[in-house]
């Protein structure tokens, strides 16, 4: 069992791109699924997909590299379940000076920071990527 999946998902991600694999498996979950579409929507990763594994569900991310580089530097786990940051409508943080992103679970549901500020809304700021 896994205590924190979100941190399980960046480091799954993390740690193939730094081994230079082509694609993760990763148990789904509708907050990784999000997670994941925002992460493809913003060019971070190139692709994903949905597919019955074993027992549940599994979503295979294919990773991004440009010049053999992957497409992102880093991820990092902020709310962390032993302490939740919280981030009103007026001070969603930027990442890198706009150059990454931050994404927060709000009322309307995951979303990046920019959209968020866009629509007025604060939430619980789970990861920042760059």
């Known amino acids: 069992m896994v205590t924190d999946p979100i941190a399980d998902l960046l480091t799954r991600v993390r740690n193939a791109a730094m081994a230079r694999h082509d694609s993760v498996l990763v148990p789904a979950s509708k907050m990784k699924i999000a997670m994941t579409k925002i992460l493809k929507d913003e060019g971070f990763i190139a692709d994903y997909s949905i597919t019955k594994g074993e027992t549940q569900r599994v979503i ?5 590299y440009i ?9 990092e786990r902020v709310s962390k379940p032993g302490l939740r940051v919280y981030s009103g409508k007026g001070e969603i943080p930027r990442v890198f000076g706009g150059l990454g992103i931050s ?7 995951i979303m990046t920071g920019q959209e968020a500020w866009k629509n007025n809304l604060g939430g619980e700021v789970l990861c920042y990527v760059w």
């Open 60 to 64: 295979k991310i294919t990773l991004k």
């Open 67 to 75: 010049d053999k580089q992957s497409a992102f530097i880093g991820l």
């Open 103 to 109: 994404i927060l679970s709000t009322s309307k549901g």
